[in-house]
């Protein structure tokens, strides 16, 4: 399989976005709405042009890596500025083939290289924990709230960089888009059934499940 990582181009617009519409659909509830994301990211203030990545199979595209500013925020007014990135998508006849890997691979160094301290995203910890990405828990990281979601991940860049102070993560706004906009926007696409599938209970449980700062202690027997 030939898999050409490079940067995506105007061109390749509808079709990242057709792209995000066939990985999610039905994923996480009935329907999705990740390919909107995708559209409206591109002309949002907080978009990284630089940090947006394709993937190619035999010229066919089949993945897509899109990165927005984001912030640490501190108890004493620290501020932070460091990376997120989503949405992550592989075409379903493409998954688990080391694609995604390579999208964030490829993208994780050249945000190593910009100086930035760490990413921070909300994603399924079976997906990002073999890339190095630990709960914000172990490294002091809440969200807006103080608390430490299951799906809140963060990865180290800058050695050392945490562990000395609490913070909190802001994302960008761009993620609190109105679902009535994005339900207006899917209807430029092909009409798809929608449908229940087990993953969405699954979902369901992520976003409400957090972790404590209390540690268990296991005692050997």
Not at 23 to 29: D, I, S, V
Not at 77 to 91: A, N, R, T
Not at 149 to 169: M, N
């Amino acid at each position: 399989m030939n898999v050409t990582i490079r940067p995506e181009r105007d061109e390749d617009h509808f079709r990242v976005e057709a792209l995000a519409r066939d990985a999610f659909w039905n994923l996480y509830y009935p329907g999705c709405d990740e390919h909107y994301l995708c559209h409206i990211l591109r002309s949002h203030p907080d978009f990284i042009a630089e940090l947006d990545y394709v993937a190619e199979v035999d010229g066919r595209l089949v993945g897509s890596i899109m990165y927005s500013k984001a912030e640490l925020l501190g108890a004493e007014g620290e501020k932070v500025d460091i990376v997120s990135f989503g949405p992550l998508c592989v075409h379903p006849e493409f998954q688990r083939k080391g694609i995604g890997t390579a999208l964030v691979g490829r993208t994780v160094e050249l945000v190593r290289n910009m100086a930035i301290p760490a990413i921070a995203i909300y994603g399924d910890p079976h997906n990002y924990c073999k890339h190095g990405f630990r709960n914000g828990l172990d490294h002091d990281v809440g969200d807006l709230d103080g608390e430490h979601p299951l799906g809140l991940l963060v990865l180290e860049l800058e050695q050392g960089f945490f562990g000395k102070r609490e913070w909190k993560l802001r994302q960008s706004e761009v993620f609190k888009f109105d679902p009535a906009d994005a339900e207006e926007f899917d209807k430029r696409f092909p009409d798809r059934e929608k449908k229940w599938r087990y993953s969405q209970e699954l979902f369901k449980m992520q976003i409400r499940a957090f972790l404590r700062k209390e540690r268990l202690s296991i005692a050997s027997t």
